[in-house]
């Protein structure tokens, strides 16, 4: 930067400031611009193709400048932050004219990508997240808000494990900031190291901690007692992040109104990876929505409801009465069809006023704004009259939590123009009739030719003297009589000005009405500013009762959108059965049957219990349809606990605390990261965290690693589900021999994807059925592929080959044999010995792991391969 000493008074000005907010771009206003100077110059310059510009600094070198006119600073702001940048914005305290010296100016606000709320900024079907951590030596606290809604959200877990549950967190919704509280450096590492990991872009904060502030206690301004009580732990990051809000945003905050733990009991608990690899909200392919369940099941009209639906969809209920009360509310829309009708018909029309009552909040409301409110609160008394026969008590409670707000609506009818000026600096925006003093003021302004054609009409009549009306701007308006008119003037004419053939003169009435014109113009729009204000401060009385409103109407919208994919999709009420069991009669794949448009769909039947089905071993080729078929089940589960209906011919379904998703790693082609031992890692986590009510999808596991490690861990793993786990299990492998298994208890049950086989060609009918595969089918799955004919006839003789030799210890099958190198000399190692003698089933799946490093290793020098 520039030598200090020899700046201009206004770029010592502007330094002082920038001083202030070095992590920050700074808006820095000048008249009708905002500039930039130096790196904030060139950085705004580059990101939005600005023309950059210099401007004499002080020194002989010009000093980079950039800049935009302040009338449209909003949509440059807008873009920055979404880039990540931070913004500042300096304003000047004082009227340029006015001031003596150096204007006064001052930071009237930062916008910041977690603190953002102009409307064009956040997507509206979406939540935008600022999150905060803090740590003790106890515990770590982690808080979302949503700053657009006034909605908080906490989860407090132990030091020691933080990462995966941060992890998840970090990866379900994605904040756009995130606050590093009191934090080790470690910590500080392990949160960056996450954000490396993830999609998604996340600015980091360091926000300043004062030792002045109880942030314990900051809380407590906007939530309630037992809000509070149940936040404990997190009180301190809670105030931490509210304390930041504040001081950002610089203004009142008090319209946050809701504080909800993360993870409730009366939740399903869903991780990263489950939304992911089950395509929840976010598809594999991009992290977009197409493709997704939400997709599915969002025909939500507002985006109130819109934000809630993926709501629902992240933290499915637990509990059967409440799924239950959802349902009922979905099968009375579902059943009546002018009814879900009329009411896709009134949602339309609402705008996302949860967003404009926080825009009222914070006082960046817009006239638009105002109108949208409006005619969102119009169509409510219509909304509750065809609501007003409904039966299901959640709809019965949620017609009567709308409330029709009649003093805001009636308020904002005599107020607001019908259709107002775009911003209230340029007026047009208040209403006629609402302010008489306004009217008079507008009166004056229309009238004022009228005004002079009258008055000197009447001042004529009166002297009768030749005059008329003029207007400079130096000596505004005067009567001008010519010199060839002169008569003597009554007393009250004072002499202006004297021309070569006119005398130029102002009357008491006169100069009245300049002042008044003159001034009507500023008048007027002080006026209109000053009344929008009083309309945004009786508005604010209501904030909260509206809020209420707003959070009953984005249910009533996802029941009926509920109802409305139910109904397009020919889904079903599933039953709710309380026998830990899972049966589902024709089920269907959400997603997969929108996208297999020109084959049919084939529908499957699933039993799950713990009696005689608790472990499920699915065989059969590449490309059957196992995994699609798994994923059917546990998107079956999570639609039913949101109070879903489901793809089905029937379904009873009992509730489950957790759905885990191990998807293999030839499956896992988004993030290219995953290794054999990240699929390791998942496992463990799965084994760890799952319960005896807890479904777990366990896809190909072992595929990542050789055929024989891979097939001992898939036994293993199935050993420890039977014996210490006890979930419901789905567990697809292309191993066919682990079919053996079943003999192991009356509870694992092996199925299979029904092929038909003619000849060397096979046709996979999707259908699963109960029994195992007896092979592969690796060399017709190559054939479907288009593998040239004399390369796979080739392949059938050393299949022959193989399976006429002798030695098939470990049910290894001979084809698997193939990419075991050197799998002869193997067999007659001290390594088969070892192998042979270990007690599988007394291994945990960690020693089962290195167990089987230290035999590979072994089996590599011993061939001297590796
Ligand atoms: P696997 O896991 O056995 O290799 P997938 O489940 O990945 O097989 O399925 C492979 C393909 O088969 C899917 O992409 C889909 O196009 C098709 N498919 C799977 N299940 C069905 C079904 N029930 N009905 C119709 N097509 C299906
Ligand atoms: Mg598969």
Known sequence: MAEAIKLTPMMKQYMEVKERCRDKILFFRLGDFYEMFFEDALTVSRELDLTLTGRAGGNKEKVPMCGVPFHSADTYIERLVQKGYKVAVCEQMEDPKAAKGIVKREIIKVITPGTITMEHAVAAKQNNYLACMTASAASVSFVLADVTTGECWWQVCDTDGWESIVGDMVSVYAPRELLLGSLTAAQKDGIRKILQQREGNCVLTEPDIRTDVDYEAVGTQYFTVEMMAAAKAASYCLGLLLSYVTEVMKCDISYFHTLEPLQQEQRLVLDAACLHHLEITRNVRDGGRKGTLLAVLDHTCTAMGGRLLRKWLETPLLSGTQIMRRQEGVAELVQHSVLRKDVTDILEKIYDFERILTRIETGTVSPKDYVALRESLGVLPTLKQALQQVTSPILRDLIAAVHTHDEVYDLLCRSIKEVPGQVIRNGGVIREGFSSELDEIRRIGANSKEFLQELEAKERERTGIKMKIGYTKVFGYYFEISHANTKPVPEYYIRKQTLVNAERYITP????????????????????????????????????????????????????????????????????????????????????????????????????????????????????????????????????????????????????????????????????????????????????????????????????????????????????????????????????????????????????????????????????????????YGLHVARLAGLPEGLLKRAEVILQELETAEHRPCQVSPSEKRDTVGAEGLFANPVLTRLLEVDINGLTPIEAISFLYALQKEAKEGSGVG
């Open 509 to 776: 009435a006169l100069k009245e009405f300049e002042v008044k014109v003159l001034t009507a113009q500023e008048r007027m729009l002080a006026l209109e500013y000053a009344l929008y204000g009083e309309v945004r401060q009786r508005i604010q009385t209501h904030i909260h009762d509206m809020q209420e409103t707003a959070r009953a109407l984005a249910q009533l919208d996802c029941l009926h959108s509920l109802a409305v994919a139910a109904q397009e999709n020919r889904y079903i009420r599933p039953q709710l059965n309380g026998e830990r069991q899972i049966r589902i009669v024709d089920g269907r794949h959400p997603i997969m049957e929108h996208y297999v448009k020109n084959a049919l769909f084939v529908p499957n039947d699933v039993v799950l219990n713990h009696d005689t089905h608790e472990i499920l071993i699915i065989t059969g080729p590449n490309m059957a349809g196992k995994s699609t078929y798994m994923r059917q089940v546990a998107v079956l589960v999570l639609m039913t606990q949101i109070g879903s209906f489901i793809p089905a011919r029937e379904a009873s379904i009992c509730p489950v605390d957790r759905i885990f998703t191990r998807i293999g790693a030839t499956d896992d082609i988004l993030t290219g990261q995953s290794t054999f031992m990240m699929e390791m890692e998942e496992v463990s986590h799965i084994l760890q965290y799952a319960t005896q009510n807890s479904l777990l999808i366990l896809d190909e596991i072992g595929r990542g690693t050789s055929t024989f490690d891979g097939m001992s861990i898939a036994r293993a793993v199935i050993e420890y589900c039977l014996k210490k786990v006890h979930a419901l299990t789905l567990f697809a492998t292309h191993y066919h021999e682990l079919t053996d298994m079943s003999t192991m208890s009356k509870k694992i049950k092996n199925y299979t994807v029904a092929v038909k086989e003619r000849g060397r060609d096979i046709t996979f009918l999707r259908r699963i059925i109960p029994g195992g595969a007896d092979r592969s």
